[in-house]
């Protein structure tokens, strides 16, 4: 700091001046290290990975990467044939499922604010990524991936994380059947190796052309998809720890390779996969397609982070650990933009490979992390031979999925449920299945939210409570000649009084006939008011008011009192001269000195 001095100013001053420049100067730097230490505090409390808090946190050593790196091992060996397959059903070549599960996988464990969670490419993605490449290719697909990563980097840093848990579940049952069905649909051809030039994307349409070419199905790929089927469901049942998938798709490659099958394979409809990841690239930023495939960047974010949470939820009660929402979506959202880099599609946590990832016995991220080493391995090593992986046995793998999707036992179970829910569920897998899913999800949403509301709206309930009066005596007297002869009534509201109600207690105050002198609101037993319910409150407070009626509010609690003092004072109303009591023996008090008052003002006069 420069310091120019006053040649007024005597040897002392000088020095009293600079002592007060140092003080100002440490001061500011002591300010700014709070801040900066504030900011650090809570950066930790709300966005810590996962990995840095078993690492640093619990403690890390040689026997625990084992664990973690057998896990990843385990992990790996699942996804390889899941990563091919997904990519294929999403319109994208084999390797660049691979890359997703090794680049956004990685970073999904890097940063990610689950114990156990492994990221990847997932069935859920496969109907939104599959559109967006017939109509823009893989450069509208890296703008969608890009708005994805980036609102779920916002989800995350504003904390958004804990609310996606409000997402009805029978909107989520339902969207997920939908693209279930939808995955299944679309492996059909490959599965029978049926002849199809040219393909309908509608759902209906495309079961017509199955049926229509159903004469052209190929021997050797139905062989293919039985055996496949039948190897995979005997070892699941028969020896669950094994993986199935790997040892399925190993061994329908082994039988096409030494029979020299006529049957489609990765090598002769894609030309094999490459021996390495490619170069990282930015792709060019087109701000009129973003436009265009804003709805699926947004329908993306929203599945990822559903999926994810979703899964660090089930994970979670495998193993009793918790995990940090917002550091998840931080996660995918990073995973996402780094899958761009490398020609990837969209990632999100997988359940299913989640779940293998727990039961290996992993102990942290660092299993995530491995499971991309050992997949970029696979790649160098074993690229060749993956040409000879026939697509019935991967479509054969995709139709399980599929039908694990589907959630049978779930859709039996909502059907049987509330008549709301069985309507939200049916509106939201058909509306999947036959329109979009961007539709489906918001049509799904209003809807349940509509029914909650009304019963929300059922739930509240209006009364003349003229017992309670009856039971009250003052004096010796029964409280009861009060009512019949100076007109007290008490009236008693119970559930939240929100919009969705407000019709109900509008229509009841209106078709009161009495006109009495005091009103007792007894509210004990309304737990929030929202805006127009309080309005509707404060409209017939001024209309009793007009009309000389004595409004008395009984027990009411703290966010309704909040609320009603708020719309008071937007009235113009003082709060204050507005009768409340803690109690109804109170208010009955206050009800008896305002009668009592009023007959000694009309004696006077």
């Known amino acids: 700091m420069k310091i120019i001095w006053n040649n007024a100013l005597t040897k002392s001053q000088k020095g009293v001046h600079l002592s007060a420049v140092r003080i100002r100067t440490k001061e500011r730097r002591a300010q700014m290290k709070e801040y900066i230490q504030r900011f650090v505090n809570y950066y930790i409390a709300n966005f810590t990975p996962k990995l840095a808090e ?136 490959d599965l029978l190796g049926l002849k199809i030039d040219n393909l309908p994307a509608e759902f209906l349409p495309k079961w017509g052309a199955y049926i229509s070419h159903f004469n052209t199905i190929s021997l050797n790929s139905a062989l293919i998809a039985v055996l496949s089927f039948i190897v995979i469901f005997y070892i699941q049942y028969r020896h669950p720890k094994l993986p199935a998938y790997l040892l399925a798709v190993t061994g329908a490659t082994i039988i096409v390779a030494l029979f020299g099958m006529s049957i489609d394979t990765i090598g ?207 004096g010796g007297r029964d409280f009861s000649e009060i009512l019949r002869h100076r007109g007290v009534i008490s009236m008693r509201i119970s559930g939240p009084l929100f919009f969705g109600g407000v019709s109900n207690i509008s229509k009841f105050l209106k078709n009161l006939n009495e006109m009495p002198k005091v009103l007792i609101l007894r509210m004990g037993y309304v737990p929030m008011v929202d805006a127009s319910g309080a309005n509707i409150i404060v409209e017939f407070v001024k209309k009793q008011q007009k009309k000389g009626i004595k409004v008395i509010f009984s027990n009411v609690k703290k966010q309704p009192r909040r609320v009603l003092h708020k719309a008071f004072s937007e009235e113009g109303i003082d709060y204050h001269t507005i009768s409340t009591s803690s109690t109804f023996d109170n208010a009955l008090k206050m009800a008896r000195r305002y009668l009592r008052n009023m007959e000694e003002a009309e004696g006077k006069e």
């Open 268 to 474: 002769n409809k894609f030309g094999g996969i490459p021996h390495f990841l490619p170069m990282p690239k930015i792709p060019d930023i087109d701000l009129n397609l973003a436009l265009k495939v804003m709805p699926s960047g947004l329908t993306i974010a929203f599945l990822a982070g559903i999926e994810s949470l979703l899964s660090a939820t089930v994970v979670d009660g495998m193993s009793g650990d918790n995990h940090n929402s917002n550091a998840e979506l931080i996660g995918e959202g990073v995973a996402n933009i780094m899958s761009v880099l490398f020609m990837g599609v969209p990632a999100t946590g997988a359940i299913a490979r989640t779940a293998a990832n727990f039961k290996a016995k992993a102990y942290s991220p660092m299993s995530g992390i491995m499971q991309s080493v050992f997949l970029l391995l696979f790649m160098l090593l074993l690229a060749p031979v993956a040409q000879y992986i026939p697509l019935a046995c991967l479509s054969a793998v995709l139709v399980i999925i599929g039908y694990n999707m589907l959630g049978l036992e779930k859709i039996y179970k909502l059907l049987q449920g509330p008549t709301g829910d069985r309507y939200t569920l049916i509106v939201t897998l058909l509306l999947t299945v036959l329109v979009d899913l961007n539709t489906a999800i918001s049509v799904g949403f209003i809807l349940a939210s509509i029914i909650f509301m009304h019963r929300m709206s059922r739930e509240m309930e209006i009364e003349t409570d003229d017992p309670a009066l009856v039971e009250k005596k003052f």
């Open 54 to 189: 078993c690492i640093y946190t619990k403690g890390y050593n040689l026997e625990k990467f084992k664990r973690d790196s057998l896990a990843g091992l385990t992990v790996a060996v699942i996804s390889i044939p899941l990563g091919m397959a997904l990519a294929i059903a999403s319109g994208v070549e084999p390797a660049q499922g691979l890359y997703t599960a090794i680049v956004a996988g990685f970073f999904i464990a890097l940063l990610g604010g689950s114990r156990y969670q492994i990221g990847g490419p997932t069935g859920a993605f496969v109907i939104v990524i599959f559109n967006v490449m017939q109509q823009f290719g893989y450069q509208g697909l890296a703008m969608t991936m890009i708005i994805a990563g980036i609102v779920l980097l916002i989800a995350g840093y504003m904390k958004l994380g804990t609310y996606i848990k409000y997402i009805p579940y029978p909107v989520i049952t339902g969207f997920t059947a939908g693209i279930g069905l939808l995955l299944i649909t679309t492996q059909i051809k």
